[in-house]
């Protein structure tokens, strides 16, 4: 249902921005590590978390980018509007 085939219209800069914003953290294999650090691994595995963006729940495999934010974290789904839309508002 979440999945697109269509690319959005992306702005190379903004994505650009992204990756060197260094208060986003772009999450790869580590995501379990990172999570486990932070203290939200649990929270993720059983379903507690949302994307900031689309409110769609967080799982392990859909982990785009986690973002601290006013001492808590923003979790963003691998959906590449999310993605955008998250540099967007707190980049
Ligand atoms: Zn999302």
């Known amino acids: 249902m979440q ?10 800069e903004k994505i650009e921005k992204l990756i ?5 953290a772009v999450i790869d294999k580590d995501i379990e590590k990172k999570l486990k650090e932070i203290g939200y691994y649990k929270k993720v595995v059983r379903g507690e978390v949302k994307c900031a963006v689309c409110g769609k729940t967080i799982t392990l ?4 980018l986690i973002i601290p934010y006013n ?20 980049t």
Do not use: H, M
């Open 3 to 12: 999945k697109s085939t269509k690319a959005p219209d992306i702005d190379e």
């Open 20 to 24: 060197q914003n260094e208060f986003v």
């Open 61 to 64: 495999d859909n982990i785009s």
């Open 71 to 90: 001492g808590e974290y923003l979790f963003i789904c691998d959906d590449f509007k999310c993605y955008v839309e998250a540099l967007e508002r707190w």
